[in-house]
T-cell receptor, first 113, second 115 residues
Framework: DQQVKQNSPSLSVQEGRISILNCDYT??????FLWYKKYPAEGPTFLIS?????DKNEDGRFTVFLNKSAKHLSLHIVPSQPGDSAVYFC????????????FGKGTTLSVSS | EAGVAQSPRYKIIEKRQSVAFWCNPI?????LYWYQQILGQGPKLLIQ????????DSQLPKDRFSAERLKGVDSTLKIQPAKLEDSAVYLC?????????????FGPGTRLTVL
């Protein structure tokens, strides 16, 4: 039973436009959410995170929004750049249960110039 | 600051053989994780260490997988005997403390192919 779901396997966006990657979760005990970016043959690299007490966190071109009532979060990239082309993983943790991350299956973002 | 190191980067073995992976975390990071990433899936936790003690190994297939972190620094993950379904990328990650509020840093992974 997948606790973190990324229902869109892929997303294609033109350079300069907004990219919106979505993530849904089922476990209401999750209290911390992260986005990781992964290039081929490399490990995932941390991008941005948000605590469950917030509904928005911004870092440069990247913003994560959290809707707890809908158990939904999204990552916005504005403006998108070709170098953003990668696999994006949504991850969550329940710090009362432990610190390991539960990952979604990932969304492959392609940004064309 | 050096990142998480893993070796080998690639390994091909036949089923029923054994294999070992090595991980050296970022200096000073007390918590170390091993994740398994099967093609098309997200990483899944196998085992978590805090210093040289096991915190969580509930998802480790203990009949064939073992892991150790004897001196609280580097770690090895072993599979014996390997099965076809063990083909995956094995990722090591480390972080400074126990809270997930500490960002986990991942190594490049070891890609295992079992024939």
């Amino acid at each position: 039973d997948q606790q973190v779901k990324q229902n869109s396997p892929s997303l294609s966006v033109q350079e300069g436009r907004i990219s919106i990657l979505n993530c849904d979760y089922t476990n209401s005990m999750f209290d911390y959410f992260l986005w990781y970016k992964k290039y081929p043959a490399e490990g995932p690299t941390f991008l941005i995170s948000i605590s469950s007490i917030k509904d928005k966190n911004e870092d440069g071109r990247f913003t994560v929004f959290l809707n707890k009532s809908a158990k939904h979060l999204s990552l916005h990239i504005v403006p998108s750049q070709p170098g953003d082309s990668a696999v994006y993983f949504c991850a969550a943790s329940d710090n009362q249960a432990g610190t390991a991350l539960i990952f979604g299956k990932g969304t492959t973002l392609s940004v064309s110039s | 600051e050096a990142g998480v190191a893993q070796s080998p980067r690639y390994k091909i073995i036949e089923k029923r053989q054994s294999v070992a992976f090595w991980c050296n975390p970022i200096s000073g990071h007390a918590t170390l994780y091993w994740y398994q990433q099967i093609l098309g899936q997200g990483p899944k936790l196998l085992i978590q260490f805090q210093n040289n003690g096991v915190v969580d190994d509930s998802q480790l297939p203990k009949d064939r997988f073992s892991a150790e972190r004897l001196k609280g620094v580097d770690s090895t993950l072993k599979i014996q005997p390997a099965k076809l379904e063990d083909s995956a990328v094995y990722l090591c990650a480390s972080t400074t403390g126990q809270g997930a509020y500490n960002e986990q840093f991942f190594g490049p992974g070891t890609r295992l192919t079992v024939l």
